[in-house]
């Protein structure tokens, strides 16, 4: 454990409220909106795209996902805090979950705004708490202010070496993925980054409180409002976090234990907010477990939402250049010197070996990877770089490797676009009947249709359907 003129050290970087400080939180925040709101341009440009009289469907990235969150903000919009599944003949009797989507359907219903909008509203506030809680995390476990400064570009815009691999025909993660590469988090959907800036937040509060060696009341309730938060979005995000941080703390109680059995009194305040954590994320993942057995439609969709990882070949190449640094920096450093450091190895190796355990969502365990992989790439950027001109060079290769990817995936949707495929956009006759059936179909209506439309209905009207989503959907094969 560090000492006291360290401590110092920490809570002084960590507290200071010198203008330099506020104006890094400021830079980073006005840096994150800048880029959450480019994310909102390639949308604006494909609305614009689209002859009339079709119209643009509103996503760029997996439109099939996109249709189920625009179906679930539905039922909330029709006034429904339970979820039933509208891709089927039996929906089951209803259970609270995916209740951010549900909120969103409320919010839309009382601020009178199409659900479109609102989603896209939610996503662009998501990616700001996203990139803020980023810098945040870096704040904490980085000690060089340019270091910091370096991981946050990353974040920002930083990505994998996909790109490289196309001719290949080989398709990694960094271009498909949203939950491993933050910049699609935001570029995707609503939740992804929310989930994110809860989980990197719940991360900072154990932290702080294992350094600080105090459980602070205000970063208790941030770590149980994070998990709170993690857990009615991504419960098993929430599983993965408690088990990183548990197992830094074992690495931390073991040395302390080392040093004298009094030690361990200093790790209480860290368990403290570790238990806020698991207090406000367990319930939920408990529900999410016993509702998806319990519910014969919902078991049904469970058992077909598999989500299993790409090989780690390719998982490494979406990380590409970053986890080059990351690995230079864990070769080159010893990473037992300091807490902060054990932290990012800790979450390193054990998100990795949880990305290929025997769980059916292996991939969606992606999510935060990034940044503990990031702040490590951010300290080899630093120690190659002699003087800050030279930061800045070795920064921007990383870059100009990296951010391809991301240019592809926004180039491919508005390609799609332009050559009015029809998983992008919206005929003039389907949205008609969409609309007719939104104003003439009762309530609970089912209605039979193609898969390809049936995944659509339930975004448009208050109907189910007998086949759609292909996770959704009952004994959909």
């Not at 119209?55 to 996902?65: S, V």
């Not at 498909?176 to 935001?186: D, R, T």
């Not at 941030?222 to 993965?240: D, E, M, R, Y």
């Not at 490590?376 to 070795?394: F, S």
Request: proline share 6%; aromatic share 10%.
């Amino acid at each position: 454990m560090w000492g006291k003129q360290q401590m110092a050290v920490f809570e002084g970087r960590l507290y200071n409220s010198h203008m330099t400080g506020r104006r890094g939180w400021i830079t980073a925040g006005l840096l994150g909106l800048a880029v959450a709101g480019c994310t909102l341009l390639p949308y604006l440009l494909a609305e614009r795209a689209v002859t009339l009289p079709d119209a643009f469907a509103g996503f760029l990235l997996n439109p099939l996902d996109g249709f189920s969150y625009l179906a679930k903000m539905r039922q909330g919009a029709d006034g429904s805090w339970l979820f039933t599944l509208p891709y089927g003949l039996e929906p089951g009797p209803g259970a609270f979950l995916f209740v951010y989507h549900l909120l969103l359907g409320h919010l839309a219903r009382w601020l009178t705004l199409p659900l479109l909008t609102v989603y896209h509203s939610a996503r662009i506030l998501g990616a700001v708490a996203m990139y803020l809680a980023g810098w945040g995390f870096f704040s904490v476990v980085l000690r060089n202010r340019r270091a910091r400064w370096a991981a946050f570009a990353l974040t920002l815009v930083g990505s994998g070496i996909g790109w490289l691999l196309l001719p290949l025909g080989i398709v990694s993660p960094d271009l498909w993925v949203p939950e491993a590469i933050p910049f699609l988090s935001a570029y995707t959907n609503a939740h992804f980054a929310l989930a994110t800036a809860a989980l990197l937040c719940g991360v900072v509060a154990v932290a702080v409180c294992v350094l600080q060696r105090r459980a602070a009341v205000h970063w208790l309730a941030v770590a149980g409002l994070c998990g709170l938060t993690l857990g009615a979005i991504q419960p098993f995000a929430a599983l993965c976090a408690l088990m990183i941080l548990s197992a830094w703390l074992l690495w931390e109680a073991g040395l302390a234990l080392r040093r004298s059995r009094a030690g361990l009194q200093s790790l209480r305040p860290g368990l403290a907010a570790l238990f806020a954590l698991a207090l406000g994320s367990m319930p939920w993942a408990a529900y999410d477990w016993w509702i998806t057995r319990t519910d014969p439609a919902l078991a049904a969709w469970s058992s077909q939402n598999l989500t299993p990882s790409p090989p780690p070949l390719e998982f490494a190449a979406a990380y590409g250049i970053v986890l080059l640094l990351a690995i230079a920096n864990l070769v080159r450093s010893h990473p037992a010197r300091h807490p902060t450091d054990r932290l990012l190895f800790a979450w390193v190796v054990v998100n990795a070996l949880l990305l290929y355990a025997p769980f059916g969502l292996q991939r969606r365990l992606a999510l935060g990877l990034f940044f503990p992989l990031a702040a490590l790439a951010a300290r080899t950027v630093v120690g190659l770089a002699g003087g800050r001109l030279h930061l800045r060079g070795v920064l921007a290769i990383a870059l100009v490797v990296s951010i391809p990817s991301n240019l592809v995936v926004v180039g491919a949707g508005l390609t799609g676009v332009q050559r009015s495929d029809p998983t992008l956009i919206l005929s003039a006759g389907e949205a008609g009947a969409y609309r007719w059936l939104a104003e003439k179909a009762e309530a609970e209506a089912v209605v039979l249709a193609s898969p390809f439309s049936g995944a659509r209905l339930p975004a448009f009207a208050n109907v189910r359907v007998l086949v759609g989503h292909p996770f959704e959907t009952p004994q959909a094969t």
